[in-house]
């Protein structure tokens, strides 16, 4: 039997059968992994504790014809906070949902991973909302499907004061161009310096960060709705935000 180990963060977790679990981990090694845990939802299996949502983790998998199975693993980090705040819970689903939805099985991401490890701690003490976002925007921008926040997607130039932002276009819209675009919403210069500021944002920076509320709902909506586009379905972590947080 071949095994091997990795270092993960455990990304999603689907119950199968009486006891088992589907795990969803995004490891530093080989990016995304679905294996199986077996009888992981037994109180005394020591992968009990383990195969929770948020967990940082090494694991030894053992590789299947078609689906690796958790052997052992140790928690590195537990992230407290997570499962006791609602609003953190929800928040750090998003992002977690989000980067699940759109990324691929074993395409290795090793900023993705980073930026999930980074997000954690920062999801467990600081306004989690603000930090799903940073996570979502920096996410965005290294998948293949970024946005163009400062140019316009059409002539190239630097969006200056209030604009457009298209969805199917892929990002800001000058003036002169609106006409141009079949698709676009409203673009403030505001919600422009939010994208930026988020994208610019780095993880080693603690001082306290302020967004202005307005334009962090704007934020959030826009991401949202651009994944939607993308997907072709809603994400359950935002029908949960809607219903329980607002
Ligand atoms: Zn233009």
């Known amino acids: 039997m071949e095994t091997f180990t990795v270092e993960a963060i455990v990304l999603k977790t689907d119950d199968f059968g009486d006891a088992n679990r589907v795990v969803t981990l995004f490891t530093k090694e080989f990016g995304k992994l679905e294996v199986n845990a077996y ?34 693993a140790d928690v590195l980090h537990f992230y407290d906070a997570l499962t006791k705040d609602l609003e953190r819970l929800a928040y750090a689903s998003l992002l977690f949902e989000i980067v699940n939805r ?16 980074k997000s954690l701690p920062a999801l467990s003490s600081r306004t989690p909302k603000i930090i799903a976002l940073i996570g979502a925007c920096q996410f965005l921008e290294t998948s293949g499907v970024q946005l163009n926040f400062s ?16 969805l199917i276009d892929g990002g800001a819209v000058c003036k002169k161009c609106v006409d141009f675009v079949t698709e676009c919403r409203p673009y403030s210069e505001g919600l422009r310096k939010t994208f930026e500021t ?38 359950k972590s935002v029908k949960f935000i809607r219903e329980f947080l607002l």
């Open 198 to 235: 988020m994208l610019g944002f780095d993880w080693r920076d603690d001082t306290k960060l302020f967004f202005n509320s307005k334009q962090l709902n704007a934020a959030e909506n826009f991401f949202v709705d651009y994944v939607h586009s993308i997907l072709g379905s809603g994400l």
């Open 39 to 72: 009888g992981c939802r037994r109180s005394r299996s020591p992968l009990s504790g383990v195969t929770q949502m948020f967990n940082h983790i090494s694991a030894e998998l053992s590789r299947g014809a078609q689906v690796d199975t958790l052997r052992e």
């Open 151 to 166: 140019r316009c997607v059409h002539c190239g130039k630097e969006i200056v004061g209030d604009a457009a932002i298209s």
């Open 102 to 117: 759109m990324t691929l099985p074993r395409q290795v991401e090793p900023e993705t991973f980073d930026l999930l490890k």
